[in-house]
């Protein structure tokens, strides 16, 4: 090996940079050991469960927080709390994860697809009162990269049609919309911990509660259908199947890990926001020069520095960016593919084309982004960048 690399002339080993990689702040082993200790509860809706829950309602204003196992499986209570039927349509952006659909199709749901807008991949909020039916009965707006779907306009539609908000926010933790919280504005929202995700628990999530009326039933569906959160809090003295449900609580060993991570809530946030100002300030004279567009954040959103990404001019360029990426080992990715043209959904799609969703479908990419990421990384992907774009010009 040593020879091979004397012979081809000495060339410096290069580390990868990955993707993503999950931040451990350093407590949760202790918390979780801590946890078990206690000796008394290890299930669900315990002590850390509840101090976790406490903390966002307090810290972002929701009615009520409920732990769950991932963002899908708040997705689908939500869909529970709705009360779908068998066709009912839901309205769902196509350029999204499948769960932000899929949880309603389990509910038996017919999925209206929306387009994406041309600045950014969020609903386009203008096309939404073109697709409601009396039919309708959900508008699921998605935050992507955690930067505000235009709220107003959707929840003044929702209200004009008497329609229930699901916002998806699984990406939008310690985000806003003008004011207000992301997740906190639609009558339920769902946020994921995945270790994707800024805050991270492994896997996880969140179904927040904005209208008083879901909180019961929510409570309910969270312990299998069963009232046991009430027996617990000591309200009533037995307790009982009362409704449709399912296992959607963590363990309090997630509980506790999710804990350690949101205690750095802060730290984590501004370390995030310095790598993605440092992207921005580096790839801006780039992008000026027409090879690329950087994410738009519209005057009513915050960024939360949940990802980076850039979208070429076509296919073909974001694919060369990616392979160019790897050669010189940098890990870069694509993101979602259109749910109206997926296996699954593509004969049920009633065929109106989504312009917009197809183009970030084919010239999204996002950039590694986590919080041990460091500037030097940075400074070194947007350099690969600058010099394949040097090359193509
Ligand atoms: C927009 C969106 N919704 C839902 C999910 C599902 O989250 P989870 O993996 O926590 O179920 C994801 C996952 O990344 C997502 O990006």
Redesign the pocket.
């Known amino acids: 090996m040593v020879k091979e690399n004397a012979r081809k002339g000495f060339k410096k080993k290069v580390i990868m940079i990955d993707f993503n990689r999950p931040h451990f702040t350093g407590n949760e082993l202790r918390y979780i050991q801590d946890a078990v200790e206690d000796k008394k509860h290890i299930s669900g809706n315990g002590t850390y469960t509840k101090r976790c829950q406490r903390f966002f309602e307090e810290r972002y204003g929701f009615r009520k927080c409920l732990l769950t196992t991932?963002?899908?499986?708040?997705?689908e209570m939500a869909a529970m709390l709705c009360d779908i039927q068998p066709g009912d349509e839901v309205i769902v952006p196509s350029y999204?994860?499948?769960?932000?659909a899929l949880a309603f199709v389990r509910a038996g749901a017919k999925i209206v697809f929306a387009d994406s807008m041309r600045r950014n991949p969020n609903i386009d909020a203008e096309t939404i009162e073109s697709l409601i039916t009396p039919k309708t009965k959900v508008i699921v707006p998605?935050?992507?990269a955690g930067v505000a779907c235009d709220m107003d306009k959707i929840v003044g539609i929702a209200r004009c049609h008497n329609l229930i908000v699901v916002e998806?926010a699984?990406?939008s933790i310690d985000s806003c919309y003008k004011d207000r919280s992301l997740g906190t504005i639609g009558h339920l929202s769902?946020?994921?911990?995945?270790e994707?995700?800024n805050i991270i628990s492994g896997?996880?999530?969140m179904l927040g509660i904005n209208d008083e009326r879901f909180i019961r039933r929510a409570e309910i569906i969270w312990e299998k259908g069963t009232n046991r959160a009430e027996f617990f809090r000591g309200e009533v003295n037995k307790y009982g199947w009362c409704d449709v449900g399912s296992s959607f609580l963590p363990s309090e060993v997630v509980a506790a890990f999710l804990w350690a991570q949101l205690e750095e809530l802060e730290n984590i946030q501004n370390k995030r926001k310095q790598l993605w100002d440092r992207y921005y300030e580096l790839l801006e004279p780039i992008a000026e020069k027409g090879h690329f567009t950087l994410p738009d954040i519209p005057d009513y959103a915050t960024n939360n520095a949940h990802m980076f990404y850039l979208v070429c001019n076509s296919l073909e360029g974001r694919t060369t960016l990616i392979k160019y990426l790897r050669e010189n080992e940098v890990q870069a990715v694509f993101h979602?593919l259109s749910l109206h043209s997926s296996p699954y959904y593509q004969d049920k799609h009633d065929g109106r084309p989504l312009p917009n969703c197809d183009r970030f479908a084919d010239c999204l990419v996002r950039l590694p982004m986590y919080y041990d990421l460091e500037e030097k990384d940075v400074e070194r992907i947007c350099g690969l960048i600058k010099e394949l774009c040097h090359y193509v010009c």
Not at 70 to 75: I, Y
Not at 96 to 100: A, D, G, P
């Open positions: 991932s963002c899908t499986d708040a997705l999204t994860f499948v769960s932000s998605v935050h992507y998806d699984a990406q769902a946020f994921s911990f995945h994707t995700k896997e996880g999530g979602y």
